[in-house]
């Protein structure tokens, strides 16, 4: 078995030391970011980051309340207060819904056949 | 003359390159193409039914759920890779329940709000439009713990005939083994403050989360390879395609990733046992139905010990275990998965859907 050995160019070259360069920064990067110490590190930036982003939007959210009260509009908890109950009105809807084509499916079937108890049936009289 | 028409040529090479760049760099490629029809919503979630392509060959019809994170239209990538396209040519009534994308009145939303409240209901619907008394279940990634909560729940009363997870986050004994689990330890990671600051998980912070457990290669790497097949346009269109859904994530409902990270992550206590959504045990030997559970051999995101060990704890009797090649997504979108994992997944869904 012979192994055809690829012709040399130079993009061939530099695709060839490209992707051994991202193979190293790969490992490296993995070895870096699995250690305690990255993930206090992020966990360092990430803790101020949250709280002032709490802090901004609990302040928003306040200011933004107060001029819609004042224009007469409903609040941000409001419009997600009624976007809940209709979701919930939706799922009591779909549930009645349900019902009613259970109730329409029974309807539309088949009586079971009167029996005169000998297994055969009631001659229907006629009048 | 071979001078000039080598220059051509390269000129030519050069202008395809250019126009593909140019595609991937400014637009969307379009995904979840194939024709289907809404047949219920509820709130964001929507239930689709695949139009069929074939005559239906299964009775038994099969319902998709995809994670919570991201959009769903993975299962319907794009023509001639998709795995709805593949399942219709194989004659299944195939329906996907959409989530949608949560707003900031969803962060109340819980796993059992999913797994019992919106999932039986679009299970009722399917079962009341398609006439049918059974069904299939395939859950992948999140879909599939909300599967398996459902299926302990309520799937024997519902009429769940086969379950299908693909790489489902269920079992974390092993947090050593499991790179998010180090990365979501309470030490490192206040849950609270974040759903403090935000209601619900951003997309941006789930996404930077799953790209750093490798970040050259999801950061570099990706774009090298597109570099590298500039002038093929068909690995250009399948590069496009999946970056266009990779770079959509949408946010994680705040009650839902809260339960997710404590009572998973931290707490293992579905495998434990001890798991309760909406005041009900979740007790997994509850789950009878057929159970075939896909593992991905090369997912870093789920690593085969997050269920390797689940089967175990089902009461079903029929239950299989699939290893297949691949990673998290891959093992179900890559370019190998038409030839490799569809067909073993189809193969055993067949045997169970007569």
Known sequence: MSHEKKPFTVSGAVRSARDSMLEDFARLA?????????????????????????????????????????????????????????????????????????????????????????????????? | MATEEKATGFIDRLSIMADNLLKVATTKAPIGQTPRQAIWTLNKATLYRYTPVTEQKHPVPILLVFALMNKSSIMDLRPGNSFVEYLLSKGYDTWLLDWGTPGPEDAQNGLGDYALEYLPRAVRKLKSYAGVETFTLLGWCIGAMLSTIYSSLRGERDGLQNLILLTAPLDFSKPEAISLAAMTEERYFDVDRVLQAYGNMPAGLIDYGAKMLKPVENFVGGYARLLDNLDNPKVVESWHAMNTWVNDPIPLPGAAFRQFIVDFYRGNKLMKGSLRVRGELVDLSKLTANVLNVIGEDDHITPPCQSENLLEKLGSTDKQLLRVPGGHIGLMAGSAAAKGTWPKIESWLSAHSG
């Open chain 1, 30 to 127: 993995l070895a870096v970011t699995t250690t305690n110490a990255w993930r206090k590190v992020n966990a360092a930036v990430m803790k101020p980051t949250l709280i002032v982003s709490a802090v901004v939007k609990e302040k928003r959210d306040e200011a933004m309340a107060d001029v819609l009260e004042k224009l007469n509009m409903p609040s941000r908890q409001e419009v997600t207060n009624v976007a809940q109950r209709l979701t919930r009105i939706e799922m009591a809807l779909d549930d009645i819904g349900a019902g009613l084509d259970q109730l329409r499916k029974q309807s539309a079937a088949p009586r079971p056949q009167l029996s005169n108890g000998h297994g055969h049936d009631r001659p229907v009289k006629e009048a």
